[in-house]
C-alpha cells in the first residue's frame, strides 16, 4: 500500500515504522515545512493517506485528501467542530474517510466496558467523573477519547448532559480534569462516586505502538471503501 504520512510528528514517525515493517511504501512525509510537496501528487501515487497533525491543521489536511481522491484516515483530536461538514464533502466526492480519537484496540475495549458500567451506574446514586493524564506537549484538552468516554457515558445515562472540563460546575455533566505531565502517552480514569464508596475504571497506554498500529490497520481496511467510517464498523465482530 502507497501511504502518504500527513503529520511527521511523534505519532507520524510510530506509523512509518509499523506500516514498513509491515511492507508498506510511504510516499510522502509532510508537516509544516513541505506542505506544497503534497501539490505534485496525482490520485494514483496514494493508495492512502494518515493524518496526525494539529488541532489547526487537521480540517484543511482532510479535505485536500478529499478533493485529491485519497482515502484518508485521521486520528487528529480538536477540530471536531468540522466534521459534520468534512462527512458531507466525503460524501458529496464518493470518497472514504475514517475517523478514531482513539485507534488503540485496548482502548476501544475500554469505550465498550465505559458504556457497560455507565448503564449500570445509571440511577444508582452515584458522580461521575473523569481524569486523562497526557504528555505536556499536547495541545488539546479534554483529549478526544476522553470526550468519546463522556458521550458514552452521556448516551446511558438519564442524568448526564454532556462533559464540562474542570474546574468549571458541572452539576449535569462528567467533570473532566485534564492533567499534562511530562511524556504520558495517555491514561484515562473514569470515577462514580457516592457518600458511601467509590468505583474506578483506568485504561494506561505504555507508549504509542497501539495507537499506531490500529491507524495502519485502519489503513489497510478503508482502501477500496467508500464513506464515513469508524472503529465500530472495523471492529464490528467484536459485537
Ligand atoms: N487517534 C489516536 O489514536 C491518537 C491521536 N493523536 C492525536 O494526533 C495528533 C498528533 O499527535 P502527535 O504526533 O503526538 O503530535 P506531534 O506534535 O508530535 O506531531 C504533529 C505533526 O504534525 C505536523 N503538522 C502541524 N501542522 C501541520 C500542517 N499544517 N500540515 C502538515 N503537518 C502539520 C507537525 O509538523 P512540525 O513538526 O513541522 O511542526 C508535526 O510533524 C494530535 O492531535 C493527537 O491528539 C495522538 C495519538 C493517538
Ligand atoms: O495527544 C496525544 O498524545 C493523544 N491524543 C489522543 C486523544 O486526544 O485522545 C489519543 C491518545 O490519548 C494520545
Partial sequence: MKILL?????????IEKIAL???HTIVGRIDVQNRTDMDKLTAGDVDVAIE????????TNIKYCLEKGWPIVCGTTGWLEHR???????????????????YSIGVNLFFRLNRQL????????YTASMTEIHHIHKLDAPSGTAITLAEGISAEADAIK?????????????SITAERQGEVPGTHIIRYDSHVDSIEISHTAHNRQGF????????????????VFGMDDLLSNLD
Fill in 6 to 14: 500527513l503529520g511527521y510528528g511523534k505519532m507520524g514517525k510510530t
Fill in 21 to 23: 515493517d509491515k511492507g
Fill in 52 to 59: 496526525f497533525s494539529s488541532p489547526e491543521s487537521a480540517y
Fill in 84 to 102: 459534520s461538514e468534512i462527512e458531507a464533502l466525503c460524501q458529496e466526492k464518493g470518497g472514504a474517510f475514517f475517523y478514531a480519537s482513539n
Fill in 118 to 125: 455507565a448503564k449500570l451506574m445509571n440511577g444508582q446514586g
Fill in 162 to 174: 454532556g462533559w464540562k472540563l474542570a474546574p468549571q460546575e458541572s452539576e449535569g455533566f462528567v
Fill in 212 to 227: 499506531a498500529s490500529g491507524a495502519v490497520v485502519s489503513a489497510e481496511w478503508l482502501v477500496g471503501k467508500k464513506g
